[in-house]
């Protein structure tokens, strides 16, 4: 009998009536024929309004109680869907992370998965249950709560698959899958039948609100069939999968616009050999995750550095950069949270020329202005004003044609 990970989202289990309509699918899919374990998130909004509620307290709360709180959000989720499948006649029981046994490493609010120990949910398997899963969350070696980050619930789920040997992982959630750009935005875009790992990674990293960009690493890395299914009907969804040579006739898969991120400047570096490897790993042991990354050579044997952080990690990043700029003599560090990263990505463009041009030729025709750019085998990056955001997608959407193939 073949084992399935399906995946809940919030949107999904957001109600009693979206709960009982979830139960109802896995229900389907048990009497099917196959072995089923369902990770699921917490009830729509409950992250955001326990992260509210947390922040009515302490403006600057510990990150150990943080996991402590979030991580009750995904019990309350398992514990009804567990309800709601036992009114409709089937076996099921609901377990946190750490009672599964997902162990991580101690980073409390971005904890990375060090190991699954599945033999609770065989057993529970081998006795009929449908085994209900809490995502988000596991524990240290030393029994400390952790989550793994926004989107979490994803990052278990594969983890199950793999850990599970799953015949493929399904992620619901309330769109029908995969879109060459966010359907709320460009209103044409359409869904993708298929996208590769590479792919989807450089999308959900780049801001595409579709799965954690980490679970992808996961899924890419022990080769998971993942699929990305709406929970409202039956659409066949988008598959993630290997590259194949086919898609490497698509130039462009998609287009990500990120809101999320700021960037910060620190002038006058000296322009000596180990400088920015000294300023960087102060970042980096302060836990900041840097994206992209400029240097400009001035006449004065000086550079400027520029890099984007997380918007809610500035605050944090501007400690560290200014502690950084100080040790090595550098001047003004500044910061700008208006800004916007939009990004085009597609395997062909690795045998395709002129995908810059075309993506540059959209944004001026537009008249949005580039601050900064990154580019990789697959992807193209742009910094733009936060206001233009939006509309540079639209821009380079059409002008790449996503909307009609």
């Known amino acids: 009998m073949a084992l399935i990970v399906q995946k809940f989202g919030g949107s999904s289990v957001a109600n009693a009536e979206r709960i009982k309509n979830v139960a109802k699918r896995v229900v389907q899919t048990k009497r099917k024929g196959y072995k089923l374990v369902v990770v699921v998130s917490a009830l729509g909004d409950t992250t955001d309004e326990l992260l509210e509620l947390a922040k009515s307290i302490t403006d600057a709360p510990s990150e150990r109680e943080m996991d402590m709180l979030l991580a009750t959000g995904e019990q309350v989720s398992v514990s009804l869907l567990a309800m709601a499948i036992h009114k409709l006649g089937e076996r099921a029981i609901s377990f946190t992370g750490p009672q599964v046994g997902i162990i991580t490493d101690p980073m409390h609010t971005k904890a990375r998965i060090l190991d699954i120990n599945t033999s609770r949910i065989e057993r529970a398997l081998r006795e009929g249950n449908i085994v209900i899963v809490a995502g988000f969350q596991g524990k240290t070696v030393t029994e400390e709560i952790t ?10 789920a594969v983890a199950l698959a793999k850990a599970l040997r799953a015949k493929h992982c399904e992620i619901y959630t309330d769109v029908n899958g995969i879109y060459t750009a966010d359907p709320r935005v460009v209103p044409n875009a359409r869904k993708l039948d298929v996208i590769s790992y590479d792919e989807i990674l450089e999308l959900a990293s780049l801001g595409a609100q579709v799965m954690q960009s980490r679970s992808i690493e996961v899924g890419k890395k022990f080769n998971v069939p993942i699929y990305v299914r709406s929970s409202m009907n039956h659409t066949e969804g988008t598959l993630i999968t290997k590259e194949t040579r086919k898609m490497e006739e698509v130039v462009v898969s ?15 570096v000296p322009d000596q050999p180990g400088v920015a490897a000294r300023i960087f790993k102060v970042i980096a042991d302060h836990g900041i995750n840097v994206d992209m990354i400029i240097q400009n050579k001035t006449q004065t044997k000086t550079t400027d550095i520029s890099f984007t952080v997380r918007k809610s990690e500035i605050r944090r990043a501007l400690e560290a950069v200014r502690k950084a700029a ?31 041009s075309k993506m540059f030729g959209a944004l001026a025709k537009n008249k949005i202005n580039i601050d900064m750019i990154s580019t990789s085998e697959i992807k193209i990056s742009c910094v733009v004003p936060g206001n233009k955001g939006k509309d540079a997608v639209r821009a380079i959407h059409k002008e790449f044609d996503l909307g009609n193939k």
């Not at 989550?147 to 278990?156: A, E, F, P, Q, V």
């Not at 998609?254 to 006058?268: R, Y």
């Not at 100080?326 to 995908?355: E, F, L, P």
Request: aromatic share 2%; hydrophobic share 40%.
């Open 147 to 156: 989550t793994l980050g926004r989107g979490g619930s994803d990052l278990t």
């Open 254 to 268: 998609g287009v990500a616009l990120n809101q999320n991120e700021a960037k910060i400047t620190i002038f006058k």
């Open 326 to 356: 100080r040790s090595v003599r550098a001047g003004q560090v500044s910061s700008d949270g208006n800004i916007a990263k939009v990004s085009i990505v597609g395997v062909g463009m690795k045998s395709h020329t002129g995908v810059a």
